[in-house]
């Protein structure tokens, strides 16, 4: 059995790995067409971007349905978030119940929309997909 002394030890480790635990990434790979999911926070529509092209989108991301410009993370899509917080809640149940140290990458995450209609911004050249008509690029926002 446990003592009191041996409970506050693990909880202070526990409480340090927690606070450890904004630094830690996951990783987005793309399909096997290079390309990376994305989901807009504001309409929900998915789209591609693709994975030679992400370093453009580094002053944010623009919607290509409705125009909605955010960051990067703004646009993980549902799917990736319920991925990450099952690793994360994972990695903490295995941290509490085996002293498992968390990983620095907690997971990595496979692309799978598989859109085929690729489509390159006339005039910043990125290249992204979609479902529907683009009304604007990702990462310029010009009208498409």
């Known amino acids: 059995m446990a003592t009191l002394q041996d409970m506050i030890k693990k909880l202070q480790r526990f409480g340090d790995e927690i606070q450890d635990i904004s630094g830690k990434k996951f990783t987005l790979l793309p399909d096997q067409n290079g390309m990376i999911d994305r989901q807009c926070p504001k309409c929900k529509r998915l789209f591609m971007i693709a994975d030679s092209d992400f370093e453009k989108l580094k002053d944010g991301t623009y919607c290509p349905s409705c125009g909605h410009k955010g ?8 799917a990736h978030h319920k991925s990450v917080k099952e690793a994360i809640e994972k990695s903490l149940h295995d941290n509490w119940q085996h002293s498992t140290p968390l990983p620095n990458n907690v997971i990595s995450l496979q ?6 209609n690729q489509i390159r911004c006339s005039n910043c050249k990125l290249m992204f997909s979609i479902l529907q008509a683009a009304q604007y690029c990702p990462c310029c926002g010009s009208p498409q």
């Open 71 to 78: 960051s990067g993370s703004d646009f993980i899509t549902e």
């Open 111 to 116: 692309s799978i929309l598989g859109l085929e």
